[in-house]
């Protein structure tokens, strides 16, 4: 295992308040990161060691100005992060504007965290303190690794920054999960389907005798559904698709993907083609696929020295058994003997 492999990376997560240092860790913490907000300084060492020894690797700590000792000792607090080298640190710095910033404070009617120290009251407190929390920051500012000026960027653009800085694009944070799913569209499509791929265009092998109580993971159903043209056509299609998508997810933080192929009951087609895409898809992306098939055997028909007999599919061999089946019918009178002959005039005489 290489040393990049090993090194715990520890993101310190600072800036202006309203610049999005929140929604920073909230990205951070879907891409992998173990994230912690406003840990006391003197704490930080230790509970890195802590989450190191637990095996998390992926570290984010929320520092703001509150955090008056940090700003005091921000070098030496990032040294003992460091950890001699051990460690790749790096300082993520959220900035935006001063307009900005003040319309983001009117809009969400919150105080900001220095007005009380600006001396000043009204209107102009917010703006006050943020030129006084820009000016603490100017250290750490200038000793941060990235900075972010998040003044014309939305919340959907910021995450998609730090997913291609922290996320699988980088090398750095864990793939995304793909599966591929076959089912039967009679049963329903999969509810965590992200995308539905429909072959139920290809012959039907269930209406092949020597087929039919075979599956889709057998050698000649696979055989029989692979060696006609629109099935390659249909695979060489859908893998280009997807070589091209499948990044493109990956890149915009997304964590699961489903494909889902579905024929009309999920045993023969949807799972050949399953098991052919995810073989290709693996190889030509280079990343795991797993495969799922739902309805595969649904619809198994069992053994004929494995039927189970009801009582009632018996033919009656004596009467105390047809009195028995009607009995359990509702009936309380036991039929008549095949033998007795009413007279003429007594039919529905009994009551």
Known sequence: MSERAVRATVVVVTGLSGAGKSQTLHALEDLGFFCVDNLPTVLAPAAVALCERGGMTRLALGIDVRVRAFLGEVGKVLQLLEAAGQRDVQVLFLDASDEKLLHRFSESRRPHPLSA????????????????ERERLA????????????TNTSVHELRRLLVAHFGPASGEGPRMVTRIVSFGFKYGTPVDADLVF???FLDNPYFVPELKLLTGLDEPV?????????TGEFLRRTRELLEYVLPKYEREGKSYLTIAIGCTGGRHRSVTVTEALARDLSVATGAPIAVLHRDMHRGDV?????????PSSRPPDTRADRASILELKGSVTPPPSSSAVLPKGARGARS
Do not use: C, K, Q
């Not at 069992?302 to 009801?310: A, K, L, S, T």
């Open 117 to 132: 120290e600006s001396g000043h009251e009204g209107a102009l407190a917010v703006l006050d303190g943020v030129r006084l």
């Open 222 to 230: 696979s055989n029989y559904v692979l060696s006609a043209p629109e």
């Open 302 to 310: 069992g053994p004929p020295n494995e039927r189970v007999e009801h």
């Open 198 to 200: 429909d072959v139920r």
């Open 139 to 150: 250290p750490l500012r200038a000793g941060a690794t990235r900075i972010i000026d998040t």
